[in-house]
């Protein structure tokens, strides 16, 4: 019996992505560390403020930036039982990468509600990306078209959702 020795191919270098987001892969954030927050406000003043529970947030990071989505969960009291889903369409850097816009859909339980969360960029690496941002939906519409109902003890003409979190890489 012999023994063969074959040559083997070298793996080609793994295809970067953006460079305003970490490398390319799937990153999650814990529940510990993502934060969202509902808020109604009517005016100047705030009439309910609410945490909400993120039951999945996702960050999929792909070779090119057409690809990348980030994908939110969540649950709550305000809610009513239901879960509030969030899908973004794109994501696109601004002011030298320091803040991302990301549209996407906001759905309950009836038609999506288009919304733009706009980001700002605290940390990243090449393995983790911390975020700070906000979107504002006026309310009636998100009424009509999702379903949302508050209370009517406590009038609104705007929702708040304010998302703070962290996504590292789910090796």
Known sequence: MT?????????????????????????????????????????????????LTALDATLT??????DCVLSLELAGRP????????VSTSLTPTDEATRLHVPGELALAGDPVEALFGFRVVERTTDRLLVL??????????HRRT????????????????VA???????
């Open 133 to 142: 941002g906000t979107a504002q939906l006026p309310y009636r519409h998100l």
């Open 61 to 66: 990071v792909a070779p090119d930036s057409d």
């Open 3 to 51: 023994t063969e020795t074959l040559p083997t191919a070298p793996l080609p270098p793994p295809v970067p992505g953006p460079d305003w987001l970490p490398d390319p892969g799937t990153y999650g954030a814990a529940p510990d560390r993502c934060i969202v927050e509902l808020t109604a406000r009517f005016g100047p003043l705030t009439t309910l403020r609410r945490r």
């Open 147 to 162: 379903g949302l109902a508050l209370p009517r003890t406590r009038p609104t003409a705007r929702v708040r959702l304010l």
């Open 165 to 171: 979190a962290e996504f590292t890489c789910a090796v």
């Open 79 to 86: 809610l009513g039982g239901r879960l509030l889903t969030f």
